[in-house]
């Protein structure tokens, strides 16, 4: 079964629902075959370079939405550190040693609904010297709409990243104060304007296969460029904090699955790596992954880039650094 479906997608199939159902299934000595498949449909599709990227939690926690996941939610009553928009240098700092860590892409992140008109004209500058130190620059800020990214564009804006987090059956058991329509849109809005789209979601938040699979199948049809792959973290203080989290073979299982429906894309392993995966975070090229959020994420520990980059090495990859310009 699982080499009719590579077969099918070499040959510029498409994976249906059903076809990914019975992928989900497989269990025990089969699930090597499933990655072994996935890692070939990785090269034959996306070659043998691994793109890193990372971010800078550049405003925390105060948010107003009620997201069940999130340490920085208004349902949160995690530990964090909470402060206002950091000034440029700060960012240009942050940057500066991701480019010295081999990433390519460097990532703005702010808490919150959206990002005031004063933050996102102080954001656009940012973007702008990022971009002159060689970095794709790449933002996450919430739910703007085509004018306010196109101010983003502007200044050099390569990539707007916006998760659907789940399917859209599922969202509302996750959050109540904005809608999967209102992200649909800006989605739909930074699409219009020629950025490129980094979409995707978070696993292991009580969801069902059928709602990764119907995830993966509504990115497809949205034809983003890159998929991120987060995985919960259970964070003390959250609504979510006594999930159990995900075996690390049925996360290496979603990358894998993900890879057969979408094996042109990029397939970005986020979030959660490092504490869900643990000694199995060497397996993600082998599952299907081509690209990893390397240092640390928003409130929680990632991984050291010098790790990765050694992980890299091992498996006989290349980091891909690419160029702004």
Known sequence: MIARYAEKVFGGGVISEDDASLLTSIEGIDLIRLF???SEIRERFRGKRVELCSIINAKSGGCSEDCSYCSQSSKSKAGISVYPLVNADTVIKKAEEAKGAGVKRFCIVTSGRKVSSKE??????????????GLLPCATLGLLDKDELSLLKD?????????????????AEICSTHTYSEKIRTIEATQ??????????IFGLGESWHDRIALAGALRDLNVDSVPINFLIPVRGTPMENVDPLHPCEALKIISVY??????????????RRQILGGLNSMVFMAGA???LTGNYLTTTGTPSEDDMRLIQQYGLKVDRGESA
């Not at 890879?259 to 959660?272: A, K, T």
């Open 36 to 38: 072994s498949s996935a």
């Open 120 to 133: 996102l004209r102080e954001i656009a500058s940012m973007v702008k010297k990022v971009r002159t130190i």
């Open 155 to 171: 200044n050099g804006l390569e990539r707007y990243h916006h998760n659907l987090e789940t399917s859209e059956r599922f969202f």
């Open 192 to 201: 219009s304007i020629g950025l490129s789209l980094c979409s995707g979601g």
């Open 259 to 272: 890879r057969f429906i979408l094996p042109s894309r990029q397939i970005r392993v986020c979030g959660g």
């Open 290 to 292: 081509d690209c990893l």
